[in-house]
T-cell receptor, first 113, second 113 residues
Framework: SQQGEEDPQALSIQEGENATMNCSYK?????LQWYRQNSGRGLVHLIL?????REKHSGRLRVTLDTSKKSSSLLITASRAADTASYFC?????????????FGSGTRLQVQP | DTEVTQTPKHLVMGMTNKKSLKCEQH?????MYWYKQKAKKPPELMFVYSYEKLSINESVPSRFSPECPNSSLLNLHLHALQPEDSALYLC????????????FGSGTRLTVV
């Protein structure tokens, strides 16, 4: 399977702490994205990093990408209870016209108030 | 309009029924996707339409039949499903070429009895 792997599978922290999630994948990618999913409903796109970028920021989110190690990390700073959700990395790979996102296994984040 | 709308939100069907899931977007996206997600698992790609043509079928059983009537609509026709097909079915859209993020609908929770 080309599915990405994420760790940890579950993470519980206190409000105000930082949360770090890691993603590893097995193929060459065009870009890597992170999504949030609340309560098993639709996924929300958080941030995209291209294969030629190493770091990207968006508000309280920081994403890094190491293509030599085929890995990425998502850092959420100053977490809030509302950040409680499942987080998935997803990568785009393949030839133009046959690209679609493949998702990692996900990290369930619980932020305690 | 920056949404993907899926109907119905919940569906219970018998194994001999025929039903359809619907998905609509008005963002001008020319790629649309069906994903299947089981509980506590990542979304798994089923079908990709690019410019209203089926470009990827991830070896999905023929009891699932996709249709893209126009650039805004995507349907998934269901027939003779099995209980193991019970899952959350997610529709998404994006610009083609996989260069940007996906916009997901909130999904249809399907139960096959």
């Amino acid at each position: 399977s080309q599915q990405g792997e994420e760790d940890p599978q579950a993470l519980s922290i206190q409000e105000g702490e930082n949360a770090t999630m890691n993603c590893s994948y097995k193929t060459s990618i065009n870009n890597l994205q992170w999504y949030r999913q609340n309560s098993g409903r639709g996924l929300v796109h958080l941030i995209l990093i291209r294969s030629n970028e190493r770091e990207k920021h968006s508000g309280r989110l920081r994403v890094t990408l190491d293509t030599s190690k085929k890995s990425s990390s998502l850092l959420i700073t100053a977490s809030r209870a509302a950040d409680t959700a499942s987080y998935f990395c997803a990568y785009s790979a393949g030839d133009t016209g046959r690209r679609a996102l493949t998702f990692g296994s996900g990290t369930r984040l619980q932020v305690q108030p | 309009d920056t949404e993907v709308t899926q109907t119905p939100k919940h569906l219970v069907m018998g194994m001999t029924n025929k039903k359809s899931l619907k998905c609509e977007q008005h963002m001008g996206h020319r790629a649309m996707y069906w994903y299947k997600q089981k509980a506590k698992k990542p979304p798994e790609l089923m079908f990709v339409y690019s410019y209203e043509k089926l470009s990827i079928n991830e070896s999905v059983p023929s009891r699932f039949s996709p249709e893209c009537p126009n650039s805004s609509l995507l349907n998934l026709h269901l027939h003779a499903l099995q209980p193991e097909d019970s899952a959350l079915y997610l529709c998404a859209s994006s610009q083609p070429q996989g260069s940007g993020g996906y916009t997901f609908g909130s999904g249809t929770r399907l139960t096959v009895v």
